[in-house]
């Protein structure tokens, strides 16, 4: 519970970085941060499978237009060697294939790669949806693909 | 006078061996060079996201089909995006998974992962028809415009070619495997000639195969040691977990080119070439690993780099010793 406490933290300050350093669609976000905050922490691999990533994009729909543009972010995560000259490449790659993802399935969110690799602790096996709510910034996380139950729990939790 | 006779004897059977015309793609190759040609799509632009399948067309115009944006592009000889069809969705045309491309004279033939059936486009990358299809199809190559050959997939091992018409209608069929062995182990590569002779690169075997156009086995080869895939429980099925041949193409000269997979020295990178009597000629290493390569009609190779969003067409250079 403390470790997952500190994460949180930790992760609201990243989501505060974050959050000034976009550019593409900081218009359209509040300045302060809202109380609830929805992360996407999205597998690459799961890229490659068709059922996988339609639970994904599912969910996504679901979610208001207002919503996503305010409160829902995107960061995958994949594999590699940190820090090698390689790896630059592969994440320009994998920047480009989701930039290639997001117009072909209207995706309003911004979504970014995880170079540092702070987020793959936060996953779960696969594309997972973590949600930080309140002050205390509880944290909730579901690993896709997603339940009509879990999307329910989850539409209840965000408010919408 | 019996030496003299010997050593005449031996001279004018040199000669006489020497001197007998060469068969078409004989003789032991050496090195293979690859000359980049052309290299569609980087990492700055958006003219592929990750190409799937590709062939290209008489003129020398390339079409891909992108599965990062459900689409069906066509190039011109210079690399230049002439236009973009698709989209995601189930309706006429769209995809959902665009994945196998082969072309005709005037037809683009389209393979969806996740769709029964093959979607027909002009040039033009206009949607005619679907072929349809109650099975799923695992491969396909375009014959001509009335005729295409297609492998369904099979969790039996009864193989068989299917030669189709636009309305999905069975023209002839032949089977290649009879036996039925493991699951799966009858998937194939094929790459079919001018001549109706059909080549066979079983996906999960060591085993390279040639018929001629009534169903005859003409060879068999086995170019890794005849090396046993790996194989996995899944929902009770003992099914193959590696890929040992990817990709069976034939240049104009009627050489076969046969991709590696995962047994071979350099995984997804190996091809060997074959003759059309099944000797094996020599092996030559792409820098990247590709999923598949394709020969244009002007003996262009293509193959995949950076991953999916770069297409590279190279011409070869073949030494032969």
Known sequence: MKYFKATSLILVMILFQITTSFSENSENRQEEPARVQLLLIIDFGDFMCFSCLESFLQFCYSLPHQFQDQYVWGVVIFEGNIGSESEDIAIKIVEKKIRGFRKANRVRFPILVDRSRIFSSLAGKGTTVVILKGEDQEIKRYIFPLSREQIAEIHKTIGI | ?321
């Not at chain 2, 195969?209 to 060879?219: A, P």
């Not at chain 2, 770069?310 to 073949?318: Q, V």
Request: hydrophobic share 35%.
């Open chain 2, 1 to 321: 006078m019996k030496i003299k006779n010997c050593t005449l004897f031996i001279v004018v059977l040199g000669l006489m061996i020497g001197c007998q015309p060469q068969k078409k793609g004989e003789g032991k190759l050496g090195q293979v060079e690859l000359e980049e040609v052309l290299s569609i799509g980087s990492i700055d632009d958006d003219a592929i996201f990750m190409w799937s399948g590709v062939a290209a067309d008489d003129d020398g115009n390339i079409y891909v089909t992108d599965m990062m944006d459900y689409s069906l592009k066509k190039f011109d000889p210079s690399g230049r995006l002439l236009k973009k069809a698709g989209g995601k969705g189930e309706g006429p045309g769209e995809f959902l998974a665009p994945l196998a491309l082969s072309c005709s004279l005037e037809r683009i033939y389209v393979k969806d992962q996740y769709e029964p059936g093959i979607m027909v486009f002009d040039k033009d990358l206009n949607f005619l028809r679907k072929i349809p299809s109650r099975r799923y199809i695992s491969g396909f190559k375009a014959i001509s415009d009335e005729c295409i050959a297609v492998t369904y997939l099979s969790v039996l091992t009864k193989g068989s070619i299917y030669f189709i018409n636009e309305a999905g209608q069975v023209l002839r069929k032949f089977n290649y495997m009879t036996k039925d062995k493991n699951v799966m182990m009858g998937q194939v590569n094929m790459e079919i000639d001018a001549d109706n002779n059909v080549y066979l690169a079983y996906t999960f075997q060591d085993r390279i195969e040639k018929y001629d156009g009534e169903g005859n086995k003409i060879w068999t080869r086995n170019l890794l040691d005849r090396k046993k895939v790996e194989k996995k429980m899944v929902r009770g099925l003992n099914l193959p977990a590696q890929i040992i041949y990817k990709t069976i193409v034939q240049d104009s000269l009627g050489r076969l080119y046969v991709l590696g997979g995962g047994l071979s020295k350099n995984k997804g990178r190996d091809v060997y070439v074959l003759n059309q009597e099944g000797e094996h000629l020599t092996t030559f290493t792409l820098a990247e690993d590709s999923h598949l390569i394709y020969f244009d009609s002007r003996d262009n190779l293509y193959a995949r780099a950076n991953s999916g969003i770069t297409l590279k067409k190279f011409k070869l250079h073949l030494k032969t010793i």
